[in-house]
């Protein structure tokens, strides 16, 4: 007697196949459900970071926009200072001669007269005439000792003099005496940059 058994392996081998599919399904599904819960897990703290790298980049704007703010607030300050000090250097460059000329004038002993007072930068030279010697010595004491701006005065040459008002005595001297300047409140480097060879002459009797 023969049995087929054909059809019996064609059934069993079709029950393979469809639990193969069905287990294909189940993880395919499994998979599914995996991705969405990760998702689901995951989309929050995204949002969340995106959210919080945009409060950054407006916060790191608005900080740059301040720190522009302030360097251009910095460089109008400092141009204001600029201009500050270059109006006090000119005020202070426009009456030093005068300043100058009252101060040395307060300081003349009798007998001696300017014939120029005349400011090189930093350096004062005093031009004049005098009955003696000893007019030009005293006038050298007071102004190293109570000259107001002058320091260091010093003799820098002495001569006969030919012409004095009144007309000149026996032993009248013309004399050059150099000085430097450093006036009392005066502004930064004003003394050497006031305007160069101001002159002025005047006299005591």
């Known amino acids: 007697m023969l049995i087929n058994l054909l059809p019996h392996r064609d ?3 079709a029950r393979q196949r469809q639990r193969f ?3 294909l399904a189940v993880a395919a599904l499994l998979a599914l459900a995996f991705a969405a819960a990760l998702h689901a897990l995951l989309e929050p ?3 969340a970071q995106a959210e919080v790298n945009r409060l950054l980049k407006k916060e790191i704007a608005a900080l740059d926009a301040e720190l522009k703010s302030l360097a251009k607030t910095e460089s109008e300050l400092g141009q204001l200072t600029a201009r500050e000090a270059a109006l006090r250097a000119l005020s202070f460059e426009r009456h030093l001669p005068r300043l100058l000329l009252q101060e040395v004038a307060l300081l003349m ?3 001696l007269y300017l014939t120029q007072l005349k400011q090189e930068g930093p350096v004062l030279q005093i031009h004049g005439l005098a009955r ?4 030009v010595f005293d006038f050298l004491r007071r102004l190293a000792a109570r000259g107001r701006g002058i320091s260091r005065p010093a003799l820098m040459e002495m001569t006969s003099a030919t012409t004095l ?3 000149a005595e026996p032993g009248a001297v013309a004399f050059v005496l150099h000085a430097e300047l ?3 409140g005066e502004p930064a480097d004003a003394s050497a940059t006031a305007g160069q060879g101001h002159a002025a002459s005047g006299g005591k009797p």
Not at 132 to 135: A, I, P, V
Request: aromatic fraction near 10%; proline fraction near 18%; avoid cysteine.
């Open 11 to 13: 059934w069993a081998l």
């Open 21 to 23: 599919a069905r287990s």
């Open 45 to 47: 703290q995204h949002q």
């Open 109 to 111: 002993p009798e007998g």
């Open 132 to 135: 003696s010697g000893n007019e």
């Open 165 to 167: 008002v009144p007309p």
């Open 182 to 184: 450093q006036w009392p």
